[in-house]
């Protein structure tokens, strides 16, 4: 006789223990461990650009819209009474004139200045670490102290220029350099240049050694001469290097206040005026904080409006080929 034998379900084997957490759920963990970190890093600065930037642009264009002088919070409602004051003020108008002005002598004269002496300096010769640091000294020096020392250099018949001009028979040259609507502008311009020329040449510097020399050898070899090279090889290669000094040098020019405030004030007879200096006269000489808004929101419209402009239109090339760089080094 046979018999069936059927295991016992109590005594049988034991089922199998429940899978562990799979490579799914580690790497969800992981990412949102990531994903805390990023945002943990990024929040200070978020809140310091919400604090600092952000809101002070917000309550400015709201304040723009007020009568106010600044003392608890805006309550006379005049519209777009500022704005249309602004536009009528002979005194903003010529700021807006200087501004253009600046902008035009920077790009004719303070880069290319700039440029010429980062390429002879770019050159094998002796002491050039220290003609390098002689010309980037200034831009190193405070705007005060660069308006206090040229105060003192253009101080009429005692200050240094008059002195020298006197000592070789140009006396007639000298004057009230920063007194004379006619002369105050060019002074000004002056100084400018030599505060910032040797920032913009040290970013030229920079642009120039990351040149391959085989470049500028080979057109040696095929014949070229200096200018050629400088034009056919040095230029192009230069060329996002120089966008970004135009652009820096176009807002510095909008954007420019502590070295006229400290040596002329905006003087004589706001023939030194800029929009910066204009503001801060209105709204914390004045007390005119509404007016002095409209005059910031202006400014800032004006920034914004060249700086979409020139990424659009000019730092696009650079812009794609960054972008283009970053997704073809992936693996």
Request: charged letters at 15%; hydrophobic letters at 50%; a positive charge.
């Amino acid at each position: 006789m046979t018999s069936t034998f059927l295991p016992d379900r109590r005594t049988g084997p034991a089922d199998p223990p429940p899978p562990a957490a799979g490579p799914d759920r580690e790497r969800a963990r992981r990412r949102a461990a990531h994903w805390l970190t990023a945002v943990g890093f990024q929040v200070p600065a978020l809140v310091l650009f919400l604090v600092l930037v952000l809101l002070p642009i917000l309550f400015a264009l709201y304040a723009a819209f007020f009568r106010w002088g600044g003392f608890g919070m805006p309550s006379d409602y005049v519209g777009t009474e500022n704005f249309s004051r602004l536009f009528a003020d002979p005194v903003f108008l010529g700021d807006l004139w200087r501004c253009l002005l600046l902008v035009v002598l920077s790009l004719a004269l303070q880069l290319p200045f700039a440029l010429a002496m980062a390429v002879l300096l770019n050159q094998r010769m002796r002491g050039r670490a220290v003609y390098r640091m002689l010309f980037f000294a200034p831009y190193v020096l405070s705007e005060a102290i660069t308006g206090v020392l040229f105060s003192m250099i253009f101080a009429p018949g005692d200050g240094l220029a008059d002195q020298i001009l006197g000592g070789v028979g140009l006396e007639g040259l000298g004057g009230e350099w920063f007194a004379d609507p006619s002369m105050v502008m060019a002074t000004l311009f002056l100084v400018m240049t030599w505060k910032y020329f040797g920032f913009h040449m040290m970013l030229y510097l920079a642009g120039l050694q990351s040149i391959p020399k085989e470049l500028n050898e080979a057109a040696l070899i095929d014949g070229a001469n200096a200018w050629q090279r400088l034009r056919s090889v040095t230029l192009p290669l230069l060329a996002p290097t120089l966008r970004i000094s135009v652009f820096l040098s176009v807002i510095g020019a909008i954007q420019l206040f502590d070295l006229v405030w400290v040596i002329t004030q905006g003087g004589p007879d706001h023939h030194s005026e800029t929009m910066a200096v204009t503001l801060f006269q209105f709204g914390f000489k004045r007390y005119q904080v509404g007016y002095a808004s409209a005059i910031s929101v202006v400014m800032f419209g004006i920034s914004l409006v060249f700086a979409l402009a020139y990424q659009r239109f000019v730092l696009r090339r650079d812009l794609q080929g960054a972008t283009t760089t970053m997704r073809g080094g992936g693996t």
